[in-house]
């Protein structure tokens, strides 16, 4: 079951890859033409980490991430693995800690004591299956308020590391 689900965040990342990557990619003129460049490895990982952080204006400041976060408690109600593990207050909790970790990314104000993401799943008894459950509910929820990609790329560069540590611990 593990490597099931390790093999779809996978492909998550694999498919995620390609936009985040895209959205760092650069065009440059040289004497014989036109060349496409991409930026080193590590310089897409900045770039993914400033689309995380500019995540908060695209989607419009708070009423945008709202709107995210609204979308992503219903998809997480609507799926029954997640739904009863988290029961609704750990999805008023998740929906939350989605708005919290975008404000964070974008070097914004948090309530004290107000969870992020990583935080408001974490202990939840969240197996394998429920991760890939709340990843799915995430990406669902950026589809149904119509995200670009290179919002879509931001999210996921937020989402993986959330991911990793609720499949590690």
């Known amino acids: 079951?593990?490597?099931?689900?390790?093999?779809s965040l996978t492909i998550l990342a694999l498919v995620a890859s390609p936009l985040a990557l895209g959205c760092s990619s650069k065009s440059e003129t040289t004497s014989g033409g036109s060349a496409a460049t991409m930026t080193s490895g590590a310089s897409a990982a900045t770039t993914a980490m400033a689309g995380a952080a500019s995540l908060y204006s695209s989607l419009g400041g708070a009423a945008g991430v709202t709107q995210l976060a609204n979308a992503f408690g219903v998809d997480l109600a609507n799926n029954s693995v997640v739904s009863a593990?988290?029961?609704?207050?750990?999805?008023?909790?998740?929906?939350?800690?989605?708005?919290?970790?975008?404000?964070?990314?974008?070097?914004?104000a948090v309530p004290a004591g107000s969870p992020?993401?990583?935080g408001a799943l974490s202990g939840k008894g969240l197996d394998a299956s429920a991760v890939q459950g709340v990843a799915s509910s995430l990406m669902n929820a950026a589809k149904s308020q119509g995200l670009k990609p290179?919002?879509?790329a931001a999210l996921t560069s937020l989402w993986e590391p959330i991911g990793k540590s609720l499949l590690g611990g």
């Open 1 to 7: 079951m593990r490597s099931r689900v390790t093999r």
């Open 85 to 108: 593990l988290l029961g609704a207050s750990g999805i008023e909790a998740a929906k939350t800690g989605l708005s919290n970790s975008i404000a964070k990314a974008a070097n914004m």
């Open 116 to 118: 992020d993401l990583l």
């Open 150 to 152: 290179d919002q879509m």
